[in-house]
């Protein structure tokens, strides 16, 4: 689980186009609006100068079609207001058009998802890619009742970070609805389908980042949970270590009852230890927080006495005091693959394979620098 409020607040409006004249022309394509007449394939492909074949093809995710291609057809389907039947195709074979996506919950707390900027990003994103493939996305708290998963009417799930034993995969399975994980299951079977993040390459990558700058006591904070996230971030530490020789220190925290000031608690000890870590690295959204808040109680100057790093996405780090390193977990990419698998799943399509990696990407600031004031990137 990748946890975390975020630095700032954010506010969302949803536009969608309207059509006010009788007749609309782009791109010399005219679309009838009077009566609302819903844009055809054939429109879509003459504006965007390719057959009708290959629009459909971009649409379902079928044949083979370049990127720029790919992208351009996408372009001009949303300018001209166009999805496919595929709700009307759903309805033949006796599907909804309605695809459900998962996030977890923990006990009694309530978790406010859309301010953690990987799940919001990671919602909006799946919320689009459904969009644009013809599917009403909903999201579903991994909390609900039995009663309510086995009567809401879902062709799919997309189910974020699967935990042990977990109770939404059995559910699913007796109402045979096609599932894709997001995070690698923790029990992972030959049938499961998921897509992930590389998230060993983005550890492994941070601690390489750390020690080119000058980092010999490297340390993480890690919480302690049953999703496989924690479980390869321990793993990639390990791995790093006897690739390289450097030591790498983990320290542990509790998600519940309050897991900032558990994890707060995990960097004050680190910190306070008589050799203490010279870099230290967190893995939820807040954790870059926390530990410059610690530093500075102790007087450490960051970075010369302490190189501070985490994996967020929350782009406030690029203006805190130093700015912070951080590792981008691709949750808006993640959320595009895993809606193409679904859908794969969904329409019975040959030749998938069962799994899709997104690479991370490491943003260096000032808060790793191998020197104060060291030339590091603004954002």
């Given at each position: 689980?990748?946890w975390?409020a975020?630095?700032?607040?954010?506010?969302?409006?949803?536009?969608?186009?309207?059509l006010?004249?009788?007749?609309v022309?782009?791109?010399?394509?005219a679309i009838?609006?009077?009566?609302r007449?819903?844009?055809?394939?054939?429109?879509?492909?003459?504006?965007?100068?390719?057959?009708?074949a290959?629009v459909?093809?971009?649409?379902n995710?079928?044949?083979?079609?370049g990127?720029?291609?790919?992208?351009?057809?996408?372009?001009?389907?949303?300018?001209?207001s166009?999805?496919?039947f595929?709700?009307?195709?759903?309805?033949a074979?006796?599907?909804?058009?309605?695809?459900?996506?998962?996030l977890?919950?923990?006990?009694?707390?309530?978790?406010?998802?859309?301010?953690?900027?990987?799940?919001?990003?990671?919602?909006?994103?799946?919320?689009?890619?459904?969009?644009?493939r013809?599917?009403?996305?909903?999201?579903?708290?991994?909390?609900?009742?039995?009663?309510s998963?086995?009567?809401?009417?879902?062709d799919?799930?997309?189910?974020c970070e699967p935990?042990?034993?977990d109770?939404?995969?059995?559910?699913?399975?007796?109402?045979?609805?096609?599932?894709v994980?997001?995070?690698?299951?923790v029990e992972?079977?030959?049938?499961?389908?998921?897509?992930?993040?590389?998230?060993e390459?983005a550890?492994?990558?941070?601690?390489?980042?750390?020690?080119?700058?000058?980092?010999?006591?490297?340390a993480?904070?890690?919480p302690?949970h049953?999703?496989?996230?924690?479980?390869?971030?321990?793993?990639?530490c390990?791995?790093?270590?006897?690739?390289?020789?450097?030591?790498?220190?983990?320290a542990?925290?509790?998600?519940?009852?309050?897991y900032?000031?558990?994890?707060?608690q995990?960097?004050?000890?680190?910190?306070?230890?008589?050799?203490r870590?010279?870099?230290?690295?967190?893995?939820?959204?807040?954790?870059?927080?926390?530990?410059l808040?610690?530093?500075?109680?102790?007087?450490?100057?960051?970075p010369d006495?302490?190189?501070?790093?985490?994996?967020?996405?929350?782009?406030?780090?690029?203006?805190?005091?130093?700015?912070?390193?951080?590792?981008?977990l691709?949750?808006?990419?993640?959320s595009?693959?895993?809606?193409?698998?679904?859908?794969?799943?969904?329409?019975?399509?040959?030749?998938?394979r069962?799994?899709?990696?997104v690479?991370?990407?490491?943003?260096?600031?000032?808060s790793?620098?191998?020197?104060?004031?060291?030339?590091v990137?603004?954002?």
């Amino acid at each position: 689980m990748r946890w975390g409020a975020g630095l700032g607040d954010r506010a969302l409006v949803l536009l969608g186009p309207t059509l006010d004249d009788e007749r609309v022309h782009h791109k010399g394509v005219a679309i009838t609006s009077h009566h609302r007449q819903r844009p055809t394939v054939r429109q879509v492909a003459a504006a965007a100068g390719v057959s009708a074949a290959t629009v459909s093809n971009v649409l379902n995710g079928t044949g083979r079609v370049g990127e720029a291609t790919r992208a351009r057809v996408l372009a001009e389907a949303q300018t001209l207001s166009y999805l496919p039947f595929t709700s009307a195709r759903a309805g033949a074979r006796g599907g909804t058009g309605i695809i459900g996506l998962t996030l977890t919950t923990y006990g009694d707390a309530a978790v406010d998802y859309t301010q953690i900027p990987y799940y919001a990003d990671l919602v909006l994103a799946a919320i689009g890619a459904a969009m644009r493939r013809g599917y009403l996305l909903v999201v579903l708290p991994s909390s609900l009742s039995s009663w309510s998963w086995l009567s809401t009417p879902l062709d799919g799930v997309i189910h974020c970070e699967p935990r042990l034993a977990d109770p939404v995969r059995g559910i699913l399975e007796r109402r045979q609805i096609p599932m894709v994980c997001v995070g690698r299951p923790v029990e992972l079977r030959r049938d499961d389908y998921w897509a992930d993040t590389r998230v060993e390459l983005a550890v492994t990558g941070l601690l390489d980042h750390l020690a080119d700058a000058g980092a010999r006591r490297p340390a993480l904070v890690v919480p302690d949970h049953d999703d496989s996230y924690p479980m390869i971030v321990r793993q990639a530490c390990r791995d790093w270590e006897a690739a390289g020789g450097i030591p790498v220190r983990l320290a542990s925290f509790a998600l519940e009852p309050n897991y900032p000031v558990a994890e707060q608690q995990a960097v004050d000890e680190l910190l306070g230890q008589p050799e203490r870590p010279d870099a230290l690295v967190g893995v939820y959204t807040d954790s870059g927080t926390h530990i410059l808040r610690a530093a500075e109680r102790l007087g450490l100057a960051v970075p010369d006495d302490l190189k501070v790093a985490c994996i967020s996405e929350d782009p406030g780090y690029a203006w805190t005091d130093p700015p912070v390193t951080t590792v981008s977990l691709q949750p808006r990419l993640l959320s595009v693959e895993a809606v193409d698998l679904l859908l794969a799943v969904i329409d019975k399509r040959s030749g998938v394979r069962r799994w899709r990696l997104v690479d991370p990407t490491l943003h260096p600031r000032a808060s790793t620098a191998s020197f104060a004031g060291g030339a590091v990137e603004s954002s």
